[in-house]
């Protein structure tokens, strides 16, 4: 499998900014990064879920805002989802050290049932931990924002931005989110601020990378970042827009309805992402999975027993957290094809990000400031306003048609579109 280039990823970018706020690193900063920081007091940094190179391309013509306004190649981490590359940004460490490595993971008062680390929920039957603030025990971690704040010079703030539902009372329009984001940069000399959007991540689950829907949320980001980038109060704030990862079509693999026989052999669920699965088997019977799993399975993912992940640094580089061993079983199944492994009865995505494909690897550094020229700020904003318009003209239409096709044969089984249109 093709592991996460560490010395040129998401730590790497956050590290960056470390070095900037004249604060202690943890691991090596990117030099293009470095330069792009130098002079610039207040920062931003949009994370928008699931936009990687991949869907930024796939989505954007050549000439659109973002694309020309890419600076660098970036890698995400390992798995490349939303848990492990968060984090591991916000934390200026790898999943190995942060102890956060997927969706699902194994604590010690649950060593028998995984849990959904961001919701708190047991992931097979959807229940409330009876443990609140399990997640924030055992995987706290002193942030990037915390350090600023605790020991970054005079007239400096760092902040945190999430968007609803992450934040309760958080903005949910991408224009009144990405307008605090500037107003937070804005109320000291010296500034940064994270800001975490959670689309096109939830589009693209659930209509597909190649669908409609996913343009549509992929222009607006688009658009709203040229409309932001380019006020005349916000061109003295350093921009950075980045993604935690891509993603990819996906088919599901039902393992235990396909082959009922590797039910004897788990010791418990398996747990960490659907296309990087930890499984936990049974002593009598871990050579006869891995014999079966490789048979079944061996042209869709990559089987690596524990020892293996570890020696190979797949995780990251540094010391292991302690959640490592609770959630690494004695095997890791990694996707390196377009296929994700879910429980009887699981709904599949349409799409989905966890295993090790380029696609699913690799993001782009978006850097602006106020270096852009009046006549190519006004040309984008202009080329992009005439789009929206042509657009939403032509799925009026489009969307009336299938209303009333839903109405008829599907009432109640509407999939709900994301709330950023």
């Excluded at 590797?262 to 992402?273: H, Q, R, Y």
């Excluded at 993912?301 to 959640?323: A, C, D, W």
């Excluded at 602006?368 to 009026?396: C, I, M, S």
Aim: charged share 30%; net charge neutral.
């Amino acid at each position: 499998m093709r592991i996460p280039d560490y010395d040129n990823c998401l730590v790497n970018l956050s590290n960056s900014i470390l070095k900037h706020f004249g604060l202690e690193t943890y691991h090596p900063s990117i030099p293009s990064a470095d330069k792009m920081l130098e002079g610039n007091k207040q920062i931003v940094v949009f994370l928008f879920d699931g936009l990687g190179e991949s869907i930024l391309n796939k989505h954007l013509d050549e000439d659109n805002y973002m694309r020309l306004n890419v600076r660098h190649r970036l890698s995400s981490v390992f798995p490349p989802t939303t848990v492990a590359a968060t984090n591991a940004f916000l934390n200026a460490k790898y999943p190995l050290e942060t102890g956060y490595l997927g969706w699902t993971e194994y604590f010690k008062e649950h060593p028998n049932q995984p849990i959904e680390v961001f919701t708190n929920r047991f992931k097979l039957d959807n229940t409330s931990s009876p443990l609140p603030g399990i997640n924030s025990k055992h995987l706290a971690c002193f942030n990037i924002i915390d350090t600023i704040n605790a020991h970054a010079l005079e007239k400096t703030r760092a902040h945190l931005l999430y968007c609803y539902p992450v934040d309760k009372k958080g903005p949910r329009l991408l224009s009144s989110f990405m307008k605090k984001a500037y107003k937070l940069a804005k109320q000291t000399e010296n500034s940064f601020v994270y800001a975490y959007w959670t689309n096109p991540d939830h589009t693209l689950h659930h209509k597909g990378v190649d669908s409609k829907a996913a343009k549509r949320a992929v222009r607006k980001i688009n658009r709203l970042f040229v409309r932001y980038t380019t006020k005349p109060k916000n061109q003295d704030v350093l921009t950075f827009a980045i993604a935690d990862h891509g993603l990819i079509d996906v088919k599901p693999i039902n393992l235990l309805k396909e082959h009922p026989e590797f039910e004897k052999m788990l010791a418990k669920p398996w747990a960490i992402e659907t296309r990087a699965a930890s499984f936990f088997i049974n002593d009598e019977y871990k050579q006869e999975f891995k014999k079966l799993f490789n048979e079944y399975y061996g042209d869709k993912f990559e089987l690596y027993s524990k020892e293996q992940v570890l020696k190979n640094n797949i995780f990251g580089l540094g010391k292991p957290h302690p959640m490592v061993d609770l959630s690494l079983g004695d095997y890791l199944a990694v996707a390196t094809s377009n296929y994700h492994l879910i429980f009887p009865d699981e709904e599949p995505f349409k799409a989905h990000h966890a295993g090790a494909t380029d696609e699913e690897y690799t993001i782009d550094l978006i850097g602006v400031n106020g270096t852009l020229l009046k006549e190519d700020k006004e040309r984008w904003l202009k080329e992009d306003n005439e789009k929206a318009l042509l657009e939403a003209k032509a799925r009026l239409h489009i969307e009336d048609q299938e209303v009333k096709v839903e109405t008829l044969e599907d009432k109640n089984k509407n999939t709900p579109e994301d709330d950023q249109k």
